[in-house]
């Protein structure tokens, strides 16, 4: 459930129109909900209600400073996968104990941010990166709690791109080679194994897969503790899908937890999610403005403000967003067909193929949904474009939450050397 709807033919996000911020601070812009994000981060701290969880948001999502301190103030933790991520949860007022750290590539300088805030836990995904925590550790005097991420070779995901949990992919340890990596934790000075991690993709769709992959996970858990490892907490990654067309039906909330309710049952552990998009994308949208349609044989080409560098989920994943008018059209208005592209100059900056949409004059502005999560973050200044604004609404107020930067800002950390002058 959202709060962007049409109000006396305009569309709104909670009590603020499109077209008001759309005037105010241009397009393309995207637009967040407070309520919405708000809302998402108390449905699944609620389908947990009773159990020990830590609600680590993946800031990777949706890393704003508003957004995350929006889910701050609601309790939420952070998943972070970088030190400018963990800055980024600090910053926002995250508590470093409710912060974990995971990511298949950390560097000795980012363990150490982590080690000298004081984080919740490292997720580790090689046994050589435990080497390496372990020596950070040990030159700090610390031990770091550990859990390591496992590949269960479970597929899972909407897109073969952002499927993570089967033996090929380059995320986690080898699950023939788990167990090995809690001996070596064990003999190893500078890190403590506290947990076991795993998270197998994102938009997944379904509860089979996940159920499979916490199962296996359940039984590793068993195992360990039975060779004497001290295992109190176990990270279930993100991945839970959001409907992003009327017709997907993503398990809701309450059966995902239900689902880790029974699978942990009697375990004692302590539970940790690191919910991203089920949170962020259906909390936002992208506000664009058409500018032309042209019409091509046996095509009509709506071109719009915005581009792949704001918005990259249809290039890169062939994603599927919704488009809605600002202004609402009668549900008998002719409907024509668009490809629905952006002004870059790439093929793949595409928004949708043989969309059916209501008419479209230069002009009109629409709001591209659904994308609160892995769109702003993903965004780049590719054909030297500002960096698309982000603008967050809380009932009848909103705030520039990040402006688009001026030609000097976007070229000020180039320099001609002098030998060019
Ligand atoms: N934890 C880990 C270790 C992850 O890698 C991810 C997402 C999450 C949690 C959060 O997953 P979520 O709950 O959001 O599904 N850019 C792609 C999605 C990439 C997901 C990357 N990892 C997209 O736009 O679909």
Redesign the pocket.
């Known amino acids: 459930m959202h709060h962007f709807t049409y109000r006396d033919g305009r569309l709104f996000c909670e009590d603020v129109a499109l077209d008001t911020i759309a005037d105010a601070v241009g397009t393309p812009v995207y637009v967040y909900s407070s309520a919405t994000l708000k809302r998402h981060a108390r449905v699944i701290a609620e389908a947990f209600d009773g159990m020990s969880c830590l609600i680590a948001y ?1 800031v ?2 949706n890393g704003n400073l508003a957004v995350l301190r929006t889910l701050a103030n609601e309790g939420c933790g952070a ?1 972070v ?1 970088s030190g400018g991520e963990l800055k980024r949860a600090r910053a926002a007022g995250i508590p470093a104990s409710r912060i974990v750290f ?2 298949v590539g950390k560097t000795r300088s980012e363990m150490r941010l982590g080690l000298e805030e004081g984080i919740h836990q490292f ?1 580790i995904e090689s046994s050589a990166e435990l080497a390496v925590l372990a020596d950070v550790a040990k030159s700090m005097g610390k031990t770091a709690k550990v859990a390591v ?1 496992v590949n269960p070779d479970v597929a899972a995901g ?2 073969p ?2 499927s ?1 949990g089967k033996s090929g992919d380059k ?1 986690g340890v080898p699950w023939s080679e788990a167990e090995l990596a809690y001996d070596q934790i064990a003999e190893t000075d500078g890190i403590e194994a506290v947990g076991v991690d795993v ?1 197998i ?4 769709d379904e509860i089979a897969p996940m159920q499979a992959a916490f199962e296996r996970v359940i039984d590793l858990i068993k195992r360990l503790r039975d060779k004497g490892h001290a295992i109190s907490r176990v990270d279930l ?5 959001i409907p992003y067309k009327s017709s997907d039906t993503p398990p809701p909330p309450s059966d995902y937890a239900n689902m880790i309710r029974e699978v942990t049952e009697g375990l004692g552990l302590d539970v940790i999610l ?5 949170i962020a ?1 259906n909390a936002g949208v992208l506000v664009t403005e058409a500018l032309f349609v042209k019409p091509a044989p046996q095509r009509n080409f709506l071109i719009i403000d915005a581009g792949m560098n704001d918005l ?2 249809p290039a ?2 062939q ?1 599927h967003h919704d488009f809605m008018p600002l202004r609402e059209r009668p549900e008998d208005a002719e409907q024509v067909r668009y490809d629905i592209v952006g002004p870059i100059c790439e093929s793949t900056d595409k928004f949708a193929a043989e969309r059916l949409m209501p008419r479209i004059e230069g002009g009109d502005r629409l709001a591209i949904m659904s994308a609160g ?2 769109g702003a973050v ?1 965004s780049s200044q590719y054909n030297a474009r500002p960096l698309v604004a982000e603008v967050l609404v809380d009932g009848d107020q909103y705030a520039v939450v990040r402006r688009r930067p001026e030609f000097e800002e976007m070229v000020a950390l180039e320099n001609i050397p002098d030998w060019l002058s």
């Open positions: 993946s990777k999502a998943d996968v995971s990511g997720n991420r909407g897109h791109n952002i993570t995320f998270h993709g994102s938009q997944i990654g993100g991945g839970l899908g690191e919910p991203g998009r089920v994308g990259m989920r890169l994943y994603a999560a892995y993903l």
